[in-house]
């Protein structure tokens, strides 16, 4: 099983607004990662948090951590239509740092 | 730089038919791994090679085998491929050390994928 849950599973959104998408798991991180996939290519990575730490920013790129609650958000501000493709999350668990579990994703959408 | 490459790109197999997925990448990482992913879902992990000569099952290990031929080269094998193989596969590689003080240590880069189909 998955150790990522991500919702929504999908979103569709106008131009310049924001897009937001979490991400939930179950056991206790290293880090948790942010991937974008365009359609029929590999996985590009965004950012990464680590478990100290409760929010980053990069770019037009937003993520926030929660420990307490296992779950994390990405945050797109003003999007773009280049910006649609699905956005995946990934843990590096405690006990095997070597190991990246990816989440089921979220497809994005953004109109023109 | 090439970064990760796969090949082949494209595959059709017969049921019980064997093949391997090779990957190489330049990029001098310790670490590889082998992923799957079906038709609207995320990746899941099939086997990783931490550092040379080591290898690891992930979540969906069975029926696949690896081989980390050497720093560079990490290859996927089926041994006896079943439809329910179908999907396309990535490998990815990481700089990786434990702890990840060093900045971009930890992320992955991937290849551009290897689309399988088994009949």
């Known amino acids: 099983s998955q150790q990522g849950e991500e919702d929504p599973q999908a979103l569709s959104i106008q131009e310049g607004e924001n897009a937001t998408m979490n991400c939930s798991y179950k056991t206790s991180i290293n880090n948790l990662q942010w991937y974008r996939q365009n359609s029929g290519r590999g996985l590009v990575h965004l950012i990464l948090i680590r478990s100290n730490e409760r929010e980053k920013h990069s770019g037009r790129l937003r993520v926030t951590l929660d420990t307490s609650k296992k779950s994390s958000s990405l945050l797109i501000t003003a999007s773009r239509a280049a910006d649609t493709a699905s956005y995946f999350c990934?843990?590096?668990?405690?006990?095997?740092?070597?190991?990246?579990?990816f989440g089921s994703g979220t497809r994005l959408l953004v109109r023109p | 730089n090439a970064g990760v490459t796969q090949t082949p790109k494209f595959q059709v197999l017969k049921t019980g038919q064997s093949m391997t997925l090779q990957c190489a990448q330049d990029m001098n990482h310790n670490s590889m791994y082998w992923y799957r992913q079906d038709p609207g879902m995320g990746l899941r992990l099939i086997y990783y090679?931490?550092?040379?000569?080591?290898?690891d099952k992930g979540e969906v290990p069975n029926g696949y085998n690896v081989s980390r031929l050497n720093k560079r080269e990490f290859s996927l094998r089926l041994e006896s491929a079943a439809p329910s193989q179908t999907s396309v596969y990535f490998c990815?590689?990481?700089?990786?050390?434990?702890?990840?003080?060093?900045?971009?240590?930890?992320?992955?880069?991937f290849g551009a994928g290897s689309r399988l189909t088994v009949l």
């Open positions: 990934a843990t590096v668990s405690m006990d095997s740092s070597y190991k990246l579990i």
């Open positions: 090679s931490a550092s040379e000569g080591t290898t």
């Open positions: 990815a590689s990481r700089a990786g050390t434990s702890g990840g003080a060093v900045p971009g240590a930890n992320v992955l880069t």
